[in-house]
């Protein structure tokens, strides 16, 4: 069987990390990298990414043109979080022919987002016999997809409550960036009021759960607010002074019915304390799962989009979901 041939569309810190694995993956074959960061383009992907050798393949920053040269069968697209800033770019994937893994949070459930780019891409997807979706690890897994999957055991659920803990600071920049590490109060609570700010995709995953069980949603109560440091503390790249925003502590509670059907917890700062993540189900039987040390997000968010890609290729045309594919699992051939 011929390897899939597979390009990467965005070479920041993720997109640089799903190379690494894409040259490690037997049946996948890179056949190219595109990014628009003008001191990118013409180096060797190699060199980009940090590998000890040349791929003997240069970046490219025309898309489309990139694309019809190298017409590779899946597209792993790392740029945006934001629907209006890559919907261009899913589009020029889609007119060459390509399936799409995207790690963008808002592609993960956007239906109620963006009806009319939903109606747009799907078409578009159909028209070209290709299909797109968004996944990574939260959302695309540890709030949505694994909470889910606990239910298939359960003959009924009334309620469900996902919590998850990560310590930022052993995580990227953008990361500590985006939730307001090294921010005072005062500039936390202006750029939350600017809108866009903390963690991206909550409200997808508390969608697409509530879809999936058929629970219609009554109302969506949302809250974030800023963790405070106690010390000083330390990362790669920033230092937190005592006093200042170490993170944010973002809760989403869902109704239905009248009642509480779903809570999404995510506590996300600099040192946070005993990482992990946690789902209980409510319902019979009853239970809680506890994953100490918390999922890894940087590591299972390649992981997630590398895994999708067998998946996508079989999956019919147009914008689909996690939830429509096949249990996701790690695949060597």
């Known amino acids: 069987m011929n390897p899939i041939r597979v390009t990467q569309f965005g070479l920041g810190p993720i997109g640089q990390a799903c190379v690494k694995v894409l040259l490690q993956k037997p049946g996948l074959e890179l056949v190219g990298g595109i990014d628009v960061d003008p001191q990118k383009v013409g180096q060797d992907i190699g060199e980009v990414c940090g590998l000890d050798q040349s791929l003997g393949m240069a970046v490219r920053g025309d898309g489309a043109a990139a694309l019809a040269d190298w017409r590779p069968q899946v597209v792993v697209h790392t740029t945006f979080s934001f629907l209006d800033h890559i919907e261009e770019q899913l589009a020029t994937i ?19 987002r ?15 016999g290709v299909a797109v979706i968004g996944t990574g690890v939260n959302p695309g897994f540890s709030m949505d997809i694994l909470p889910l999957c606990l239910t298939g055991v359960c003959t009924e659920v009334s309620k469900i409550v996902a919590t998850r803990v990560v310590d930022t600071g052993q995580r990227r920049l953008p990361l500590q960036k985006k939730t307001g590490a090294g921010l005072s109060r005062q500039e936390f609570e202006e750029r939350l009021a600017a809108g866009r700010f903390g963690h991206i995709g909550l409200r ?19 809250s974030i607010r800023p963790v405070i440091a106690e010390t000083e503390m330390t990362t790669a790249f920033l230092t937190v002074e005592p006093q200042q925003v170490a993170g944010l502590r973002q809760i989403m509670r869902v109704k239905s019915g009248g009642q509480e059907r779903l809570v999404l917890d995510l506590q996300i700062s600099v040192g946070a304390k005993e990482p992990h993540d946690r789902v209980e189900i409510i319902g019979d039987p009853p239970f809680s799962m506890r994953i100490e040390g918390g999922i890894f997000g940087r590591t299972a968010t390649i992981a997630a ?19 429509e594919l096949p ?7």
């Open 327 to 333: 249990v996701p699992h790690a695949f060597g051939r």
């Open 114 to 128: 963006d009806p009319e780019f939903c109606q747009r891409i799907d078409a578009l997807a159909k028209q070209h």
């Open 305 to 323: 989009l590398v895994n999708t890609i067998p998946k996508i290729i079989n999956a019919p045309p147009g914008l689909r979901t996690m939830m």
């Open 204 to 222: 997808e995953s508390a969608l697409a759960v509530m879809d999936t069980l058929g629970w219609p949603v009554d109302e969506i109560e949302e």
């Open 94 to 112: 889609i007119r060459a022919g390509a399936h799409i893994v995207s790690s963008s949070e808002e592609l993960f459930y956007p239906f109620q």
